[in-house]
């Protein structure tokens, strides 16, 4: 950026560092202070004056998410209902943004419409009616009965963003295709998918995360570990208003790792992705 | 959404709805004719559109998510709300009481200034601290990338691990926070954060815009890096000062970046309830609820679905406005 007029901008040079500084301890100081929490052992946890710097170290608190806690299961549940979510999203998504962007038939632009006022109802409107349907079908405290939850908020999603990646595939390509006798869907599986691959990535990317991070459904719909993600399990770490904060920490570290470094991966076309391609940039 | 508009005219992809006019036509004629059945085929392609056959196959799977899970759910709400619905108990019609209920409740009425409070200053300091740290990071700077990545990481974590790892920070006893401002002499005693009725609702918001920052900063930085380098130039040559060309060259190029992030935000913010669920559950005496977690509460520990059901559609003409705002910008940015 140029700023002019060189008193004012020598100005906002001086004052980028300090504000950076006190940004980054800002962002950062939380995880820090998440991390030492895991390795504390109690009895330097609970000192009047906190221990800024642990002095001494401990794996117990990991060792019992591992192995004495239902945090294995959480993870296995929240693994399987957001792997599920995904695949069962980017099928449906990935039919549904080819039929809008490149069929012709009635109703398409009530449809498009219709997903994208979905993306933005939010999960509060939607929970308690939600929470009666899955319980008439049986599925309360089961793993389908989340991925069909979750199915509200990121089927909208995947379809809006793969619909913006189609148009920028060249209709020629698939043209020439069609004269050489391939059909419809040969021509989205053989050549809008291999060219969308980058969006389709970055689109299951999300539908991972937000899955794995979802809680208000998870919190409503199960009630035991058979079928709690992790983010429900957490909360149920509380015992009785009693906070194990050391193994709180711990769970919270190795909850946070997956979306974390799936974000970090896709960070460039996250901020693309979630304003769903309204923000040109 | 007009999907095809942005095809070139003469595509195959392109013909309209009605397909009265399509050379598509005289390709098909020669199928039409081998095919006696086709003149059905050929009816309802000019009802339904030139490739109706596939297209609602690969539209259906979309269209049951929408109407089953979203769009029948959504409708059921409303109704509830007429209804006295304990869960698993027979549902009673009772008109508007569940709404009279609400409107002599204090708690609704506390949950009411809450969420706007919490909603205005939530996305204010979010817009506001947002757009700081983009200016700062439009800038060339040593490392810029790894301290992007750096600060988007609170947006990425689950809010669940966020608002532990606050409420421990926030923790009276044995909090840092506490702890640290009491050796700086910023306080004289330990300061209950998330019990104390006057602070709470504060100590939330900070979380909030603590989280929900990264978001702010990443659009408005792509916002900024839109806007053309010549304009500066030109806006420099004219002897603008720095805050006239902020004023008249930056806010102007950022205005659609902002209205779509504010916009969407809000909508975001205001129906999040797990900040509150975990840092305060409201509390004390509803001195930090909200509408979400009222509706949470309402409904599903205290079993009344049509209640909560109310609580949950309390914002919704409010909501509803904003939604179709937002509906209406993002079908304005896919168009153009």
Partial sequence: MRNPGGIWRSGWRLFTWPVLGVGLLWTLFPFYWMLTTALKPNDDMYRPEPLLVPVRITLSHFHKVFFDSHFPEYFRNSTIVALATTVLSLLVGIFAAYAIVRLDFRGKNLIARGLIFSYLVPPVLLFIPLFELIFKVGLLNTREGLILAYLTFTVPFTTWLLMGYFRTVPVALEEAALVDGCTRLMALFRIILPLSMPAIVVTALFSFTLSWNEFLFALTFTSNPVSQTVTVGLTSTVAEDVFFWGVMMAASFLIAIPPVVLYLLGQRWVVRGLTAGAVKG | ?336
């Fill in chain 2, 1 to 336: 959404m007009r999907a095809g508009d942005r095809l070139p005219p003469n595509t195959a992809a392109v013909t309209d709805a009605q397909g009265a006019n399509g050379d598509w036509q005289e390709t098909m004629a020669e199928t039409v004719m081998a095919n006696p059945s086709g003149t059905w085929d050929r009816q309802l392609r000019r009802l339904l559109g030139r490739d109706y056959a596939l297209a609602y196959w690969l539209i259906a799977p979309s269209v049951v998510v929408l109407l089953g899970l979203i769009a029948f759910p959504f409708i059921r709400a409303i109704m509830l709300a007429f209804y006295s619905q304990p869960i698993g108990g027979e549902g009673r019609f009772i008109g508007l009481e569940n709404y009279h209920t609400l409107l002599q409740d204090r708690i609704w009425w506390l949950s009411l200034r809450n969420t706007l409070v919490y909603t205005i200053f939530g996305v204010g300091f979010k817009t506001a601290v947002g757009l700081v740290f983009a200016l700062i990071l439009h800038q060339e700077l040593k490392g810029r990338t790894i301290l992007r990545a750096l600060l988007f990481v609170p947006w990425s974590v689950p809010i669940v691990v966020d608002a532990f790892v606050w409420r421990w920070i926030y923790n009276d006893l044995n909090g840092i926070l506490n702890y640290v401002l009491y050796k700086l002499h910023f306080i004289n005693e330990y300061v209950l954060w998330t019990s104390d009725p006057k602070i709470v609702l504060w100590a939330i918001i900070a979380v909030v815009v603590w989280q929900g920052t990264p978001f702010y900063m990443m659009n408005f930085l792509a916002g900024l890096q839109s806007i053309p380098d010549e304009l500066y130039e030109a806006a420099e040559i004219d002897g603008a000062s720095a805050f006239q060309s902020f004023r008249h060259v930056t806010l102007p190029g950022l205005k659609s970046v902002l209205i779509v992030v504010t916009l969407l935000s809000t909508i975001w913010t205001s129906n999040e309830l797990q900040f509150v669920y975990i840092l305060s559950s409201g509390g004390p005496a509803h001195m930090s609820e909200i509408f979400p977690t009222l509706a949470f509460f309402t409904s599903i520990p205290g079993r009344e679905l049509g209640l909560g059901a109310a609580v949950a559609l309390s914002f919704f003409p409010l909501l509803a406005s904003l939604i179709v705002l937002g509906g209406r910008v993002l079908l304005r940015g896919a168009e153009e």
